[in-house]
């Protein structure tokens, strides 16, 4: 089955400064990594996420990478600020005709804004 | 986006007991809905994904008869914790994607306390 490995597990940055997250993936079926950001005791959100037919995308302040071959995605977040601290997981899954599989996701990197 | 409910958010029940977690699509109906398990400050770890009209798959290490998944109508799955033990405490979410090829929302979740 799918493996994911996220780095850090904790990631403290000063305000407005940026932060990056760094998954990998065992997978080569994977085709679909989504972002999600968890605040204490809450629901995981979307934030973002990319296909496996795109390399980057970008949502403001917020991108995402991939590159298939190396198996590997990561998480940009540029002018960091106080409510983006969080705990942050990188997920993959595959997506087919018949429908989505379920979401491997990584550990979750702790992200601490500075102020 | 879409809208995933759950019930109850909370539960404190004794050892022995069985305990039943609903999980409702509010404005779009799922064929496939998947549960997930977080332990506090560990990652979510998918349990089993619940199929409409039929049986749930379960992920390897997940007992099938502890933990019954049905998936009755297109807008609701159910999560019964069969003769619950301290160690099933946890935080039990559930998601659905609104498309078979869409993103999955995630419901809030149920935090189970076995006593």
């Known amino acids: 089955g799918e493996n994911v490995e996220q780095h850090p597990s904790t990631l403290s940055v000063q305000e407005g400064d940026s932060a990056v997250i760094k998954c990998t993936y065992s997978?080569?079926?994977?085709?679909?990594f989504p972002w999600y950001k968890q605040e204490l005791g809450k629901r995981p959100q979307l934030i973002i996420d990319?296909?496996?037919?795109?390399g980057e995308k970008k949502d403001q302040r917020i991108a995402v990478t991939l590159n298939k071959t190396a198996k590997h995605f990561s998480l940009h977040i540029t002018e960091t600020q106080p409510e983006d601290s969080a705990v942050y997981f990188c997920?993959?899954?595959?997506?087919?005709?018949?429908?989505?599989?379920?979401?491997?996701f990584g550990k979750g990197t702790h992200l601490i804004i500075q102020p | 986006g879409a809208v995933v409910s759950q019930h109850p958010s909370r539960v404190i029940c004794k050892s022995g007991t069985s305990v039943k977690i609903e999980c409702r699509s509010l404005?779009?109906?799922?064929?496939?809905m998947f549960w997930y398990r977080q332990f506090p400050k560990q990652s979510l770890m998918l349990m089993a994904t619940?199929?409409?009209?039929?049986?749930?798959?379960?992920e390897q290490g997940v007992e099938k008869d502890k933990f019954l998944i049905n998936h009755a109508s297109l807008t609701l799955s159910t999560l019964t914790v069969t003769s619950a033990h301290p160690e099933d405490s946890s935080f039990y979410i559930c998601s659905a994607p609104p498309d078979p090829l869409e993103t999955q929302y995630f419901g809030p979740g149920t935090r189970l306390l076995v006593l």
């Open positions: 619940s199929n409409e009209g039929s049986k749930a798959t379960y």
């Open positions: 997978d080569s079926a994977s085709n679909y």
């Open positions: 404005d779009f109906q799922a064929t496939t």
């Open positions: 997920a993959a899954s595959t997506y087919s005709g018949g429908g989505a599989d379920g979401l491997t």
């Open positions: 990319i296909r496996s037919n795109v």
